[in-house]
């Protein structure tokens, strides 16, 4: 079973607005991350956390704020966004661990965000 | 310079025959990962395949293969017998292992084939 699930898989939101992403994985996997994704581009890194710390933050906004409750579960609150961050957010996990090993990441189906 | 090349522009097949998608990488790390994902319209990116630096034979899974030549740095994706529902924007991507953030990957642009009946 390799299923992330992210929730919600929509979402309408305004600027004034708080929202929260979620994502969940049941691999056992200790490394989950967070992407956003314009349409027709590749996926952009924004958070990894390892080991449920923050490991990478790639100079994110902090309109977005990311939460790792347990190995498990990963959050991203949403807070006075912009109509330019209205995009398909991705949240991927991997088994984690440095050298050679595969890390393969696996993504969830991903929550589409419009900010109106 | 770019670290993921993926120069074609659409791809088009036809059904049941085989496509090849390129991508080509550069990097001094002499470990490194190479991964192919799948993106169908509805969003999800879709693990297909792994290559290893260290891999001494080409990786395959089912109908994908890919045909990895290291002294050319390219890691090109082969589906054999196309079905409809291949159609979906294709991204190669790498891992470099002695960077210090093992964890990223970088994506191509990605390549967009479609499946003709």
């Known amino acids: 079973d390799t299923e992330v699930t992210q929730t919600p898989k929509h979402l309408v939101m305004g600027m004034t607005n708080k929202k929260s992403l979620k994502c969940e994985q049941h691999m056992g996997h200790r490394a989950m991350y967070w992407y956003k994704q314009k349409a027709k581009k590749p996926p952009e890194l924004m958070f990894v956390?390892?080991?449920?710390?923050?490991?990478i933050n790639e100079s994110v906004p902090s309109r977005f704020s990311p939460e790792c409750p347990n190995s498990s579960l990963l959050n991203l609150h949403l807070h006075a966004l912009q109509p330019e961050d209205s995009a398909l957010y991705l949240c991927?996990?991997?088994?984690?661990?440095?050298?050679?090993?595969?890390?393969?990441?696996?993504f969830g189906a991903g929550t589409r965000l419009s900010v109106l | 310079a770019q670290k993921i090349t993926q120069t074609q522009p659409g791809m088009f097949v036809q059904e049941k025959e085989a496509v090849t998608l390129d991508c080509t990488y550069d990097?001094?790390?002499?470990?490194?990962?190479l991964f192919w994902y799948k993106q169908p319209s509805s969003g999800e990116m879709i693990f297909l395949i792994y290559q290893g630096s260290y891999d001494q034979q080409n990786a395959t899974e089912g109908r994908y293969s890919l045909n990895f030549q290291k002294a050319r740095k390219s890691a090109n994706l082969v589906i054999s017998a196309s079905q409809l529902g291949d159609s979906a924007m294709y991204f190669c991507a790498m891992r470099e292992d002695n960077t210090g953030a093992n964890s990223k990957l970088t994506f191509g642009k990605g390549i967009t084939l479609s499946v003709r009946p």
């Open positions: 991927a996990s991997s088994l984690g661990g440095g050298g050679r090993a595969k890390n393969i990441q696996y």
């Open positions: 956390y390892s080991y449920e710390k923050l490991s």
């Open positions: 990097t001094s790390d002499p470990s490194y990962g």
